[in-house]
């Protein structure tokens, strides 16, 4: 029904920048919010930020704050975050997801979004 597509992941060195996509396309217009997770290798999957598609109001993860910036182009379809200040520890998959509608407590976490893309690799030389 929604279909999520990642891109501009790459590898940059430690205090460098770089900006993933998420295009979207489909029953965007059932989507209340976009969010990006990350997840390393045996780690689990992160929130890193989110916003809603109508507002505009941005979330994020305490580790990324001030750093990362979440943003939409609502006639694109299209969800940016902006990487600044890249630390090694920033190196994951990072997924674009889409949720219908949330809670303050599911927000956060995987199970709270319905679409998902195929993830794009950022890592983080030091």
């Known amino acids: 029904q929604v279909q999520l597509v990642e891109s501009g992941g790459g590898l940059v060195q430690a205090g460098g920048s770089l900006t993933l996509s998420c295009a979207a396309s489909?029953?965007?217009?059932?989507?209340?919010?976009m969010a990006w997770f990350r997840q390393a290798p045996q780690k689990e999957r992160e929130f890193v930020a989110a916003?809603?598609?109508?507002?505009?109001?941005?979330y994020y993860a305490d580790s990324v704050k001030g750093r990362f910036t979440i943003s939409r182009d609502n006639a694109k379809n299209t969800v940016y975050l902006q990487m600044n200040s890249l630390k090694p520890e920033d190196t994951a998959v990072y997924y674009c997801?889409?949720?219908?509608?949330?809670?303050?407590?599911?927000?956060?976490?995987?199970?709270?979004?319905?679409?998902w893309g195929q993830g794009t690799q950022v890592t983080v030389s030091s």
């Open positions: 997801a889409a949720a219908e509608s949330w809670t303050r407590s599911s927000r956060y976490y995987p199970r709270g979004y319905d679409y």
């Open positions: 489909g029953r965007t217009f059932s989507s209340y919010a």
């Open positions: 916003i809603t598609w109508s507002t505009g109001i941005t």
